[in-house]
């Protein structure tokens, strides 16, 4: 929901997973947010880097 007479906007980061796009009047949903938490490559590099692994 937009407050009504919202005319500025302002964002950082990781926190701008709102619904922002219909103050720009596009007419659009915001794209999915990467989940890469669940992605086993990441996994893995979280896991060398966090154990200082050096890689092969």
């Known amino acids: 929901m937009i407050p009504k007479g919202t005319t500025n906007l302002g964002l ?4 701008c997973e709102l619904p922002v796009y219909g103050l720009l009047g596009l007419g659009r949903e915001p794209p999915a947010v990467y989940q890469g938490k669940f992605d086993p490559r990441v996994l893995f590099k979280a896991y060398r880097a966090l154990h200082d692994l050096q890689d092969a």
Do not use: K
């Open 12 to 15: 950082m980061g990781q926190f």
